[in-house]
């Protein structure tokens, strides 16, 4: 029962997923599961910052008693290069909450000058 709970977390985390997967990089603490504060590396389903996301991924807990390893899935909100996630991970049996560094891409991106057409220098124009 637990990896179909898994794989499907996965699935649903990836398939919600846009073209543009970002990573985040960051601390987590799971609540009630004497695990304490960790480390954790997740893929978030976009880059684009100011934007609500889902995140997939894994945990390290260096001073735990038991079990250091963890799995989290989650949702969560994106600024720019910062995320903060809540969700459940499901090897640790416990809720999570994970904050750090994600790169993030604005929303509005600025057209950038092709140089086609420019009449510089170079440009392939008449003389």
């Not at 799971?30 to 934007?51: E, H, L, M, Y």
């Not at 969700?87 to 049996?93: A, C, F, I, Q, R």
Request: proline share 4%.
């Amino acid at each position: 029962m637990k990896r179909v709970f898994l794989a499907s977390a996965f699935v649903l985390a990836t398939g919600m997923a846009q073209a543009d997967v970002g990573a985040f990089v960051g601390i987590t603490y799971a609540f009630g599961s004497n695990q304490g504060i960790g480390f954790t590396v997740q893929a978030t389903s976009t880059r684009k910052q100011d934007r609500g996301i889902l995140a997939a991924g894994l945990s390290y807990h260096p001073f735990a008693t038991g079990s250091k390893v963890g799995l989290p899935v989650g949702v969560g909100y994106q600024w720019k290069d910062a995320a903060a996630i809540v969700g459940y991970d499901v090897l640790l049996k416990s809720p999570v909450v994970s904050g750090g560094y994600v790169d993030t891409r604005s929303k509005r991106r600025s057209a950038a000058p092709s140089g086609e057409g420019s009449g510089g220098e170079g440009s392939g124009g008449p003389v």
